[in-house]
Structures are given as C-alpha cells and as structure tokens.
C-alpha cells in the first residue's frame, strides 16, 4: 500500500491510498481519482517528504490525540458532504456496482466477498477509512461507534 499527497485542479489538497503505484496511474488515467472537496478528477500527485521514524518517537498527548481526532471527524464530514453532492447528480451513487475497490484497497483485509456483495470483520477493520474514499459510488461510509465508558 502506498499513500500519495494529491492535489485538484482547484488546488484542494487531499491524501489516498493505492495498491501501488501502477494502481494510481490506472485510477489517474481512467478519471477515478476525484477531489472530495470540489469533485474535479483532474487530479496530480502533491510534492511529499519521505515519512521518518524515529525510536524516540514521543507519544502523542492526550489533548493533541483529541484534537486530531475532532480534525479528522471533520474532514470526514467534509468528504461525506462532497460525496452527498455527488450522489445527488449520479445514478450509481449509492449503489454497490460490486467494483471490488474496497476489496482490493482494504489495508486490512477486513472486507470479505460473498455472492450478494461484501461484508466487513469489525475484528479485524482498523476505521483507516481506505475503502469507502476508494469507493467510486459512495456506497459505503464511515460511522463512529459509540463509546462505552
């Protein structure tokens, strides 16, 4: 798997996952990679720094761990409004096509295929949100799951 920085037209700054690389040049090439802000597919790849890890890697704080989680339930929504927008205007939105995307792209191999279309291990699904940005129908979403204190 592999993680680029990607960045529209419109110049809205976003991140996805592909199998590797010749997975983005076909998605790239076939006009499947669309920006979840504007919904352009003229899409590029971002200039990107090569991740380091360090063994003295200071763990996060509480508050910065909150905080980033309230970030990304906002980016989330951000992209669930944009998806929506487009499930509007598409007669596939919403509807499996059985595309096997999330199938394929799923870090986890949490998604299972069965013959009336896929099913997800909670044991084993991690919440990294690859399979429904690689969805190209929005047919599946990220849900928070209730704290239990």
Not at 65 to 74: E, K, L, N, S, W
Not at 85 to 112: K, Q, S, W
Not at 125 to 145: F, L, T, Y
Request: charged content about 30%.
């Amino acid at each position: 798997m592999i993680r680029y920085a990607l960045i529209c037209e419109k110049g809205h700054d976003f991140e996805s996952w592909f199998q590797d690389s010749a997975a983005y040049d076909q998605q790239a090439k076939r006009k499947l990679i669309g920006c979840p802000v504007c919904g352009s597919s003229k899409v590029d790849k971002a200039i990107m720094a090569p991740r380091l890890s360090s063994s003295a890697k200071k763990r996060e704080a509480p508050a910065e761990a909150a905080v980033f989680r309230a970030q990304a339930i906002a980016d989330w929504e951000r992209i669930l409004l944009a998806r929506a927008r487009e499930l509007a205007r598409c007669f596939h939105c919403g509807r499996c096509t059985e595309c096997d995307n999330c199938y394929i792209y799923c870090p986890d191999v949490a998604i299972a295929k069965h013959d009336r279309g896929f099913a997800i291990d909670l044991r084993y699904c991690k919440g990294c949100g690859v399979c429904p940005a690689e969805c190209p129908r929005a047919a599946m979403e990220m849900v928070e799951e209730p704290t239990e204190f």
